[in-house]
Structures are given as C-alpha cells and as structure tokens.
C-alpha cells in the first residue's frame, strides 16, 4: 500500500475537531463603557457537531451495512460523520457508544471519558481518484485501521501542550497512525477475536497512552475499525445496526 494521501479512503478521519484560531490580543487600556457582555472565550479546538443536531441523512444514502457496538453495550449511542467519494459517494462512516469525547479530554484535564467508536469502510475494489482520470486504491483493512487511529487521535491531546502547538503534533502522530495502519502484520499490533454479528472474527489490535485501537472485516463485505478510551475493548461485541434511530 502507498502511503500517499491520494490513497486514504477520503482524506480524512473519523472525526476530526480542527484546531481553532489563537485569540485576538485585547487592547491594552480598556474605555469605560456601559456594562457588556463578555465574550466568549475561544476554545483549544472546535467540538464536533452536538449529537442531538445530528441525522441519519448521510447514513441512509450508503450502500453498505453499517455496524456498532451489539446488543450487550447498554449505554448512550450517537452519531457522528460520514465520508464522501469525489462523486458524494458515502464510503465511511463511525458511530458513538458511551460519553461523547472532546478533544481535550481525560489526557489533558483528568476528567474520565469511556467511549467506543465503531468505523464502517465500504469494501471498494476500485475507487476512482478525484479528477475522474483514474483509480486509486482498494479499501482494506489498512483502511479502517487508519481511520480509527486518525479519529482517536482527534480526541487525544497530551496534558501541558500549547494548543498552538496541536497542529503540528497532530500531524505528526496522524502520519504515524498511517505508517502503523499499514504495517498491520508487525510487532505494534496483536491478534483479538471478538464476535462480529455472532461469529468470532480476528481483529487486528493495539494500544497506546491514548487508547485502543483494532481493525478487521466482516463477512458483510465492509472492513470495520474501532477506536476508544476507559472502555476494554476484549468485551466488545459488532453487530449491523438495524435501526438508526437508537443512534438519534
């Protein structure tokens, strides 16, 4: 597999919260003036998008089984993003289990986040490059093992950095994730079976100071990668999701 980003299935990650701009400097002598407001204070990095403002829309335009946490997960699930083709094809997405993470979590505030994240990539033999003059390479297990340590990461910022300094810490440890997702067969990852829609299947997995990650594929034709934090992953179970709604 070539490590270019041509290659990754939509160039992005699960869900990833982008840095936000550094805060204007206030001016040095404040003018009396009637009492105002104060504004609000910028944040460390955008929050994704609430799950109540969330809908199925994009879930429902896909053309492959979507998959989450069975029914043995009891806790709150919700919805998250899917990932586009150059021609709006849906060819990924991920879905919530336990407490909706922030990107400055329990890493950096000590504050216990426990969530799971499921990401279902469409079995694509061929996918066509962006411009429409050729095809880049097929989804694989690789694919979805990228996208769930990418989407973790989105969540993972280590305590004492500057948040002017994420960007660059992002990017290093995203190209990282990627060099790991492709090398699934060496000594960073072990083998865990755990039960996909019933039947034990293996999954590639591995562990980090930010969390889990493994990635397999189903016999329902896609690849499926998981991601998550204060949450073992040895009791998780996958299922196909029958029913959005419960993600709503």
């Known amino acids: 597999m070539e490590t270019t980003s041509s290659s990754r299935v939509g160039v992005q990650p699960a869900e990833a919260p982008a840095p936000a701009a550094p805060a ?3 001016a040095e002598t404040p003018q009396p003036a009637p009492a105002q407001p104060a504004p609000a204070q910028p944040q460390d990095a955008a929050a994704p998008v609430p799950a109540a403002r969330r809908t199925a829309d994009g879930y429902l ?3 492959f ?6 029914g043995a997960f009891t806790g709150p699930r919700w919805l998250m993003q899917v990932g586009t083709g150059a021609d709006g094809t849906v060819e990924h997405g991920s879905t919530g289990h336990g407490d909706e993470p922030s990107a400055r979590g329990e890493l950096a505030t ?3 986040e426990r969530f799971a994240v499921v990401v279902t990539v469409a079995s694509n033999p061929l996918r066509r ?8 390479e097929a ?3 690789s694919s979805a093992a990228w996208l769930a340590g990418s989407g973790l990461l989105a969540y993972s910022w280590p305590g004492q950095m500057d948040h002017t300094l994420r960007d660059d810490w992002l990017d290093q440890q995203t190209e990282a994730a990627w060099e790991l997702a492709d090398d699934l067969d060496g000594e960073d990852w072990s083998t865990l079976s755990l039960p ?26 896609v690849h499926v990668g998981a991601y998550g934090r204060g949450m073992s992953a040895y009791g998780l179970g996958f299922s196909v999701i029958t029913d959005l709604a419960a993600y709503e």
């Open 24 to 26: 204007e400097a206030a």
């Open 61 to 63: 335009r896909a053309d």
């Open 65 to 70: 089984p979507w998959y989450g946490l069975d």
């Open 110 to 112: 000590g504050e216990k």
């Open 129 to 136: 490059s962006s411009d429409g003059t050729g095809v880049l």
């Open 139 to 141: 989804t694989s297990v």
């Open 196 to 221: 996909v829609d019933g039947e034990p299947t293996p999954f590639h997995y591995r562990e980090s100071e930010f969390g889990w990650v493994l990635a397999g594929s189903t016999r329902g034709g």
